[in-house]
């Protein structure tokens, strides 16, 4: 029997939303306390340097609207490093961040940032924050991984996403066959795998049908569909797709 497969919510763009006017609309807490009410299993927002889309003190808010578990997605900086610690959310994801990116590019390089690295997972783990780390499903990267001693990776599914998006069958089979192998490996040596990135109604099935995946982490395309079906609507369908695939 496959195991339940927990649908993240990233409502980071709710909060892209309410910043292009300023003021505090569209509300990221309302879209918090929705998700929860639909079945979604977790929240995930990223505080970017820039501030762009969720604010500092959004994510109090977020925990304190919410049981659901708050997943936050940081940059190994020192300055987020202190949020975290400060916040105690659920968990904490490392992720690459460039300041003139639109969306996170890529996974974060653990085997060549190892030592860079080490200090921010230590101090999370110590904090009683799960650490996880967004890479690419790659060997090199999941071992870097096991030597970091991270519990949890998220793989980048861009890929995949982009080769099914272009049409192209070979490159879309062979990005989730290699989704698909590192999760069986990353599970085999004790470390829980998670995927999002670049997901849809349209590709999402595949992902989900991966049997040692324990979670997908979905937003930019479940805030867009909301702004036609609203968000209810929105996260039902993509919950109801998951749980088709298993």
Do not use: W
């Not at 949020?83 to 659920?90: G, S, T």
């Not at 996974?107 to 921010?120: E, K, T, V």
């Not at 490159?171 to 990135?197: F, V």
């Not at 979905?218 to 088709?244: C, K, P, Q, S, T």
């Amino acid at each position: 029997m496959n195991r339940p497969l927990r649908l993240g919510v990233n409502i980071d763009h709710v909060a892209t939303i309410r910043n292009a006017r300023g003021g505090d609309h569209p509300d990221p807490v309302r879209a918090a306390e929705i998700v929860a009410s639909v079945g979604g299993d977790g929240i995930t927002a990223h505080l970017r340097e820039d501030r762009r889309h969720i604010r500092d003190e959004d994510l109090r808010r977020i925990q304190d609207a919410t049981d659901l578990p708050l997943n936050l997605e940081m940059a190994a900086t020192d300055e987020m490093l202190a949020i975290a610690l400060a916040h105690r959310p659920h968990a904490a994801c490392i992720v690459p961040e460039k300041r003139e990116e639109r969306t996170t590019e890529g996974g974060l390089d653990a085997a060549g940032q190892h030592n860079h690295l080490q200090r921010y997972v230590d101090s999370l783990r110590e904090a009683d924050i799960r650490v996880s780390l967004f890479i690419e499903a790659s060997e090199r990267q999941l071992d870097a991984a096991l030597r970091l001693g991270v519990p949890v990776v998220e793989f980048h599914t861009g890929e995949y996403a982009h080769a099914q998006l272009d049409g192209d069958s070979e490159r879309t089979a062979r990005e989730l066959k290699r989704i698909a192998d590192m999760a069986a490996l990353a599970s085999k040596n004790g470390i829980e795998p998670h995927a999002g990135h670049g997901l849809t109604y349209e590709n999402v099935q595949p992902i989900a049908a991966i049997p040692q995946l324990a979670e997908l982490n979905i937003g930019h395309y479940l805030v867009g569909e909301a702004v036609f079906v609203g968000l209810e609507e929105a996260v039902r369908r993509m919950r109801d797709l998951m749980d088709e695939a298993r």
